[in-house]
């Protein structure tokens, strides 16, 4: 039977994911390097990574990059998951309810099967050489992250949009409070009076 671990609320991850991270690890029979990383995804306008430490256990860890200096937390339930290829009822899952911080944002890790146990034929985990591990977020409260609007520079259509430019032959269109907000010299540019500004 599967392996479950700190079973959550009924609430939590199988109603509706926020994230799915989903990648193989392959020529695992040859495995030198003990630590992979799957590819990034955004969600809720962070972007969160997923390590494998693979040794004497198969240990999983998240975490999301958050480049504020002020404290954080992000409450969430998440499964991680070794996918079985053959029968998902074989599925190994541990599923945790959780809490990432600034101080230990992704520094613990869950540990997912004992090596001898992966790499056990009888278990049927590696197929083609390759196993997969699936990691579902849910999220539920985030405290202490600011998002910054985020403006699609593209679209003229913007009621944001009071200035175009031109750049490179393509149109690029923006609003000149944002500018000059983050720029000296568009602020002077947008609001301040000098002789070249009126010049042809």
Request: hydrophobic share 40%.
């Amino acid at each position: 039977p599967p392996k479950k671990i700190r079973k959550i609320d009924e609430g939590g991850v199988k109603r509706a994911p926020d994230g799915i991270i989903r990648f193989e690890i392959d020529k695992i029979s040859t495995l030198y390097e003990h630590r992979k990383r799957a590819p990034n995804i955004e969600v809720r306008g962070l972007e969160w990574k997923a390590l494998v430490d693979l040794d004497d256990e198969v240990e999983v860890m998240i975490h999301c990059t958050n480049e504020q200096t002020t404290p954080f937390s992000i409450s969430m339930n998440t499964e991680f998951i070794l996918v079985h290829p053959d029968n998902n009822n074989n599925n190994i899952i541990v599923e945790d309810s959780h809490i990432i911080t600034d101080f230990d944002n992704g520094n613990s890790g869950w540990k997912l099967v004992d090596w001898k146990d992966l790499v056990d034929c009888k278990k049927g985990f590696i197929k083609n050489d390759t196993i997969t591990i699936e990691i579902r977020f849910r999220i539920f409260e985030m405290r202490g992250i600011k998002f910054l609007p985020r403006f699609n520079f593209t679209d003229a259509d913007d009621p944001l949009h009071d200035i175009t430019f031109i750049i490179e032959g393509e149109k690029v269109y923006a609003n000149k409070a944002i500018l000059a907000a983050h720029s000296p010299y568009f602020k002077a540019m947008f609001y301040r009076n000098f002789a070249e500004k009126n010049k042809d």
